[in-house]
């Protein structure tokens, strides 16, 4: 009868509490990633559809203040773990677990800020063909409109009251009200922007060992390289001292076979002579 081992490494406490709080941003961080997928796939049929609804907008904007929110509380979230980790380093250090712990923070912040680069790049986008499609409207409702005028309108606070005057007449109100909403819309999407640009800003202290991290890569790279440059010169030389080898023992063979021969022929010659003298 055999008794089955079963042999059970547990990670310490803090280790644990550690890895189930980053499991928790992955999750978040496939949450984000997900959400800007969807939010680009919604700004390539804005500029493959030149119709306006409303439905698209309104789904646009609040897909952008999910995505914000989720952001926010994705960044609030792995600084209090590394406030928590610093402490914790303070008090009872181990390199190992440190080491464990920096890696995952730093990993983690590099896969969110390119994504939040990519949301912004996104952003950018739907904020451009938003206002292209905003100056095709209002130029077909009113051609008198200046292209530079809509555009200047569109980017500020407030609309000017030329503007604004200038659309007030009854055939224009469908397209004042137009405006009014785009505008809006556009705004909200400017204070996004804004907010992930102190984000990158705030994040900046996360990300300050990043350079270091690349540079630590590149310098193992360098000495990998190295070493396989090394190996392979004790591989050509070890190669080179092989073949002389063998090509000394197959001459030290022949010549112990010439030597042999010799020998019997040293021996036989006279045995024979003799054996013939005296038959």
């Known amino acids: 009868m055999t008794n089955n081992i079963i042999i059970k490494t547990e990670l310490p406490n803090e280790l644990q509490q550690f890895l189930n709080n980053i499991h928790q941003l992955r999750v978040q961080l496939f949450h984000i990633r997900t959400d800007i997928n969807i939010l680009n796939e919604k700004l390539m049929i804005i500029q493959l559809d030149d119709t306006e609804e409303d ?66 790049i996104i952003q950018l986008d739907i904020k451009s063909s938003l206002k292209m499609k905003v100056i095709r409207k209002m130029k077909i409702y009113n051609p008198s409109l200046n292209d530079n005028m809509i555009e200047e309108n569109i980017e500020k606070k407030n609309i000017d009251n030329t503007l604004t005057q200038q659309l007030q007449q009854k055939e224009d109100k469908i397209i004042l009200n137009f405006l009014e909403e785009r505008h809006r819309e556009l705004l909200s999407i ?90």
Not at 235 to 255: D, P
């Open 55 to 120: 439905s698209d907008q309104n789904s646009i904007k609040q897909l952008i203040n999910k995505l914000c929110k989720e952001s926010m509380k994705f960044e609030n979230e792995i600084k209090e773990i590394k406030k928590i980790n610093d402490l914790s380093i303070k008090k009872l250090s181990n390199e190992t677990i440190d080491r464990i712990k920096r890696n995952h923070l730093n990993s983690l912040t590099i896969q969110f800020v390119s994504l939040m680069r990519q949301y912004q």
């Open 190 to 279: 400017n204070d996004a922007i804004e907010e992930i640009n102190e984000m990158f800003i705030s994040l900046a202290v996360l990300i300050e060992t990043q350079g270091e991290l690349v540079n630590s890569i590149e310098d193992n790279c360098n000495l990998i390289k190295e070493y396989t440059k090394q190996i392979n010169e004790e591989l050509q030389r070890t190669y080179h001292l092989k073949k002389k080898l063998v090509i000394k023992i197959v001459i030290f063979i022949i010549f112990i076979v010439i030597i042999l021969i010799l020998i019997l022929c040293i021996i036989g010659i006279p045995v024979g002579i003799y054996l013939m003298k005296k038959n």
